[in-house]
């Protein structure tokens, strides 16, 4: 049966029985009270000719007959006297070895074997933690001897009462000190924390002393309690007993009031000195606490002028605590007998918030045996039920299994049998035709893919040869500039290509050429040939990238070489002559620091890119020849002095340099009359750029002709293809690939 949110929380003190029904709250810092019961006992169970036993006894059995118990939870106390409390700052420690801490200091506090006692500890809020380790930290560490636990649960038991839980009363009224009188720990400063509250619960033979800032817990008994302001009247004034507890309760109402205050004055001061050395060693143990104040709970407080006498005595505010803050519930807390003894009330109260789990102690000294066999017993019933529900299971899987066995026969499944194979035998063929069809599909994709391809390499080399008449040097059209050592031209002999599998082999050949082509030490220049201003933002590039630190090129691509020569060699305003004016124009722009270049296809036709967009990049020199003296037939210069070292016009270039070694042995190359990959009759031929412009302009003369001074040079870059705005294909493994 599923238990009732509700806890009983019972206080068996030597005068009465204390008992009120609680239930947790929606209400932060509330909880709800439903019922309570107090039974008085005929005589204090400290009197001489008192039966504390049956006295107990009775009692229970009158609250059983009175209240309904079936389903709750049950806290109860025993007086502090019966356990031991302590309290102890852990040394810096790892968290996960604080349990084995706290047991070596169970052995050493506890002046008992560990066997003969029931014992239980809690970490206390505060302490810092971090990385693993712990420092600062506090334990609450409380133990009761095996027997006293047996004699205290002995009566309960008897009466029919299953108790869940078993606390210290000190412990009880510290949970209610801090529910209901303490701000949240949590909201607490550590390094600042609120005044000290002191709870002074009297009761019959004994005071429970508790004192809190909501984070650090000190407790005490004092030996002193209710019966020795009756012990005092019995002496003074010569009375029984129960005569004289009559007159204590009444005293401001006595015939003699004079006489029974006087008569009680001794133990006044004996109440007021013990509470001041208990507050003194405190503050002594702990010299930053301070006292706030100090609220007097249990019926014996009621005595009159003892608050004020306690007040002046000590120079500290007291006041009774007669009023619950956080409990709800009018129909108890507007009951006459509960308002008359509400100062009885506060252990049963805090035994009540252990019980609904809002308590800041909630450690439970009952035997661990009994919570063990509870535990079996309530599992029981449902262990039962799961048998029964696992045999009913078995007899019904039987039954079913012994009725299908008994009406099989092979005779009439035999054409089932057959359906089945052929169904197998057609689903097979079926899953044969869809992978047919999946390889079929797969080889259709892979073929629309390479005729993709073939199309964009098509593309790709119209783009790479229209890139590099882009950045070929030239002059306005239409402008017409008679001497060709002054046109802006260069004049292409030769244009071939060749695949490398890795591209990092030809660059490491042509490594030296290429520092040569881009010197660590050159500077950008402005028009005018002066180095660029500081800050000047296209020098800025320049300034940052060397020649020196760049790795090279990396994975498959082709080698394209450019062999051509140049007439812009004449020493004028410009000296940019020979390799200068290779590297300024043609191995600047292939670089990509002079104009962007067309693309013909793809997300960026029609657009403009980098050079670098088209796989083109590391322009280099690799041959450079010196300038020679070239006279071209029916050109006449003003002013033109014939050389010894002529050529015949039209002459061919320089013989340079090759490629370098490095492509396998087959790989495709390109010469006179071989297309790029995929170029077709686009190819270009020598002569093709920047050709065919000499003699134009009223250049004809006769005789030798006109000398010009002719450089001549081979020169390579790397092109990747791709196309640009779309992602890089995949390394293709050979040049058989680009065919």
């Known amino acids: 049966m599923a238990r009732s949110p509700y806890v009983w929380g019972i206080d068996i003190g030597k005068c009465a029985l204390k008992a009120i029904r609680c239930r947790d709250s929606a209400e932060p810092g509330k909880i709800i009270a439903d019922a309570f019961d107090y039974v008085e006992y005929p005589m204090i169970v400290s009197q001489p000719e008192a039966d504390p036993v049956e006295l107990v006894r009775a009692a229970l059995q009158e609250f059983v007959g009175r209240n309904k118990l079936q389903g709750d939870r049950v806290a109860v106390s025993v007086p502090g006297q019966s356990g031991l409390s302590k309290f102890i700052k852990l040394p810096p420690i790892e968290a996960k070895k604080i349990p084995d801490i706290v047991r070596y200091e169970a052995r050493q506090q506890i002046p008992f074997p560990l066997e003969q006692v029931e014992w239980d500890w809690q970490r206390l809020v505060g302490g810092l933690e971090e990385g693993g380790f712990v420092l600062d930290a506090e334990v609450a560490l409380f133990a009761m001897k095996k027997e006293q636990v047996a004699k205290a649960l002995v009566p309960l038991t008897e009466a029919g009462i299953e108790v869940d839980i078993l606390q210290l009363s000190p412990m009880a009224l510290l949970n209610m000190l801090a529910f209901d009188q303490m701000p949240d720990p949590t909201t607490i400063d550590p390094l600042d924390p609120p005044p000290s509250v002191v709870l002074v619960s009297m009761g019959v033979d004994a005071t429970d002393l508790v004192i809190t800032n909501g984070l650090r817990i000190w407790q005490r008994s004092m030996p002193i309690g209710g019966n020795n302001f009756t012990k005092a009247l019995v002496q003074g004034l010569k009375l029984t007993f129960a005569k004289a507890e009559q007159l204590k309760r009444n005293a401001a109402r006595a015939d003699n009031a004079k006489d029974v205050f006087n008569a009680m004055k001794p133990v006044f001061n004996e109440f007021a000195s013990e509470l001041q050395r208990s507050l003194n060693y405190f503050t002594g143990a702990d010299r930053s606490a301070r006292i ?377 190359s390109m010469g006179p009359g071989r297309g790029l990959p995929g170029m077709g009759s686009a190819m270009m031929q020598p002569g093709m750029m920047n050709a065919g412009m000499m003699g134009s302009g009223g250049m004809g003369g006769a005789g030798e002709g006109a000398p010009l001074r002719r450089y001549d040079f081979i020169l390579h870059f790397t092109w990747q293809p791709v196309v640009p705005g779309t992602p890089k294909p995949a390394a293709e493994g050979d040049g058989t690939a680009g065919n």
Request: charged content about 20%; aromatic content about 8%; overall charge negative.
């Open 292 to 668: 706030g104040k100090i609220l007097l709970l249990g019926n014996a407080s009621k005595l009159k002028g003892l608050a004020d006498f306690v007040g002046k005595q000590l120079n500290v505010e007291v006041q009774r605590f007669d009023t619950y803050r956080g409990l709800d519930g009018a129909s108890v807390t507007s009951a006459p007998t509960f308002k008359d003894n509400r100062l009885g009330f506060g252990t049963a109260y805090g035994l009540a918030l252990q019980g609904v789990q809002t308590a800041a102690i909630n450690t439970n000294l009952l035997p661990g045996e009994i919570v063990r066999e509870r535990l079996i017993e309530s599992k029981k019933p449902w262990a039962v039920g799961a048998m029964i529900g696992l045999l009913g299971a078995s007899a019904l899987s039987f039954l079913g299994t012994f009725y299908a066995w008994s009406g099989y026969s092979p005779v009439s499944y035999a054409g089932a049998f057959q359906q089945a194979d052929s169904a197998k035998s057609s689903s097979s063929k079926a899953l044969s035709a869809v992978e047919e069809s999946k390889q079929k599909q797969a080889a259709a994709v892979t073929q629309q893919q390479y005729l993709v391809r073939l199309a964009d390499r098509r593309f790709q080399s119209i783009d790479m040869l229209r890139a590099v008449e882009t950045l070929l040097p030239q002059d306005d059209p239409g402008k017409l500039i008679p001497n060709p050592a002054d046109r802006n031209e260069i004049h292409v002999d030769g244009f071939d290509c060749q695949w490398y599998p890795d591209l990092a082999v030809w660059f490491e050949k042509v490594k030296p050429q290429w520092l040569e082509t881009f010197p660590a030490e050159e500077v950008d220049e402005d028009e005018e040939g002066n180095p660029a201003a500081e800050g000047d933002a296209a020098a800025a590039p320049a300034a940052k990238w060397s020649a020196a630190t760049d790795t090279g090129p990396k994975g498959p691509g082709w080698v394209v070489q450019i062999k051509g020569h140049h007439y812009h060699n004449e020493d004028r305003s410009k000296p940019r002559v020979g390799i200068q004016f290779v590297r300024e124009t043609l191995a600047n722009g292939l670089l990509g620091r002079l104009d962007d270049v067309p693309v013909t296809a793809g997300p960026l036709a029609g657009k403009l890119v980098p050079p670098a967009e088209l796989g083109i990049g590391y322009p280099v020199i690799v041959s450079s020849s010196p300038i020679s003296i070239e006279r071209i037939v029916g050109l006449t210069l003003p002013g033109a002095e014939g050389a010894a070292d002529t050529k015949a016009a039209g002459g061919g270039a320089a013989s340079g340099a090759g490629f370098p070694p490095g492509g396998p042995a087959g790989t495709p």
